[in-house]
């Protein structure tokens, strides 16, 4: 059971450059979460999505973009990267009223 | 406004030696309070949901306390490998399901 995965685990960006996260999990959760946690910030909801094909912004969602086309996969895209999304990205899972599950993380870097 | 708390930053105690972390909330209505693991490079790991005061929760070396304004995670005896970063966190009732996280407390277990 491989629970939440994150894909690529590392990334390195130049400034203006874009792409894609991938999120997926085999839980058959219906909500999914994309955070971004920054030394000293704790963890900020970027965007969330209640069920396939719905999206909803979170607490810091400007620069970003997410979909969610299947139930068990959630994507989140940085359209032209900016050293300020330099973060460690995690995705996470949950029923409505549970615990989240979280993937490993995505470390990016924007130079 | 809806906020956590989490105290002290950073803790570090002697194997053996039991202490308490401690987190405060501010929230209009509590639908749960979440206590997470998290090792160094990976995702938090969920431990504990508590939903009302008075409730109590544990596992191994840990016991979750839940009061109107704040939870509190005691520690029996810890040991090095019990060394993470705690994070806690709340969900309203009024919240769509999203958590608000408090920056966590950093702690070192000395063998």
């Known amino acids: 059971n491989a629970g939440v995965t994150q894909t690529p685990k590392f990334r390195v960006l130049k400034t203006g450059q874009s792409m894609t996260l991938l999120c997926a999990q085999d839980?058959?959760?219906?909500?999914m979460y994309w955070y971004r946690q920054d030394p000293g910030m704790g963890l900020r909801l970027i965007h969330y999505?209640?069920?396939?094909?719905?999206?909803a912004k979170g607490e810091v969602p400007d620069g970003y973009n997410v979909s969610r086309l299947k139930k068990q996969n959630f994507l989140l895209g940085l359209e032209s990267a900016a050293p300020s999304q330099t973060s460690v990205y995690f995705c996470?899972?949950?029923?409505?009223?549970?615990?989240?599950?979280f993937g490993s993380g995505t470390r990016l870097t924007v130079v | 406004e809806d906020q956590v708390t989490q105290s002290p930053e950073a803790l570090r105690l002697q194997e053996g030696e039991s202490s308490s972390l401690n987190c405060s909330y501010t929230?209009?209505?509590?639908?749960?309070l979440f206590w997470y693991r998290q090792d160094p490079g990976k995702g938090p790991e969920f431990l504990f949901t508590?939903?009302?005061?008075?409730e109590e929760k544990e596992k191994e070396r840990l016991k979750a306390t839940l009061t109107k304004k704040e939870s509190f995670l005691h520690i029996t005896a810890p040991k090095p490998e019990d060394s993470a970063t705690y994070l806690c966190?709340?969900?309203?009732?009024?919240?769509?399901?999203?958590?608000?996280w408090g920056a966590g407390t950093k702690l070192i277990i000395k063998p």
């Open positions: 966190a709340v969900q309203a009732l009024d919240s769509n399901y999203q958590l608000i």
């Open positions: 839980m058959n959760h219906e909500y």
């Open positions: 999505s209640v069920g396939e094909g719905t999206t």
């Open positions: 996470a899972s949950s029923y409505s009223y549970s615990g989240y599950t």
């Open positions: 929230v209009s209505g509590l639908r749960g």
């Open positions: 508590l939903y009302s005061a008075g």
